[in-house]
């Protein structure tokens, strides 16, 4: 007895490795030689970084951090470094969180047919607050501010308003518009939709993108006191231009304790928002 013959396959075969049509074809291999042209044009003296006297003269550096200092006014010092920078990071990204929800209503299309008149000079707005990193925005903001934890918040706060606000607009932008559209078929004005409708949806997402962003003023806060903005960037500054390895070890030791702290709670708070 003849059985029928099988049936063709259901599955076909995978695609060429690389084709002239695939966009993504052509931009991996233009990426691909932008990093082989890095390494080309870039003086990186990997011999001389691995050899044996690079590591010898790392490891007496290292040496010179041991012990650290843990001297009971030392210490209270770094406390109070390390609450200056959490509060900096923390005042910063509160108003960046308020100042980027402001800037990312005229910078949303909120319905299909909005005219949005606002939204391409708005993002521009953004692109340039988020386009200078935090030290430059404290270099600048010395000259007004002073010296001192101020400028380091007002920092934290102008180019995480930018980050925040574009992806603000974003998350109202994806918002389903369902619950939106219902209500204008109501007659519901635009304001109450917003606060009824799109804002219930993308709160989340909203405090997710705020959390994950303390997170990264944190580490941000510790190193603006390089430039003078407080906290314990500035102590770490201090100390290390003294050469007191000692004391720089305890700063970096409490910069990594907090900054794992954070993280963790933060993770911990987008995880239970975003169930």
Known sequence: MKHPPAANPPYKLPPRLF?????ACWFTAALIALVIASFWSLDLQWGQFFSREAAQSMGRFVA???PPDTSRDFLNKVAIGAWETLAMSALGTALAAVAGLALALPASRLFD???AWARTPTRLVLNALRSIPELVWAALLLISAGLGPFAGTLALAFHTTGV???LFAE???NAPPGPGTALRAHGVGNVRVFLYATLPQVLPQLMSYTLYRWENNIRAAAVLGVVGAGGLGQLLAFHMGLFQMNKTATILGAMLLMVAVVDATSHGARRWLTR
């Open 64 to 66: 010179e951090f041991f």
């Open 113 to 115: 047919g909005d005219s």
């Open 164 to 166: 925040l606000g574009r």
């Open 19 to 23: 084709s002239a049509r695939c966009n």
């Open 171 to 173: 998350a109202i932008e």
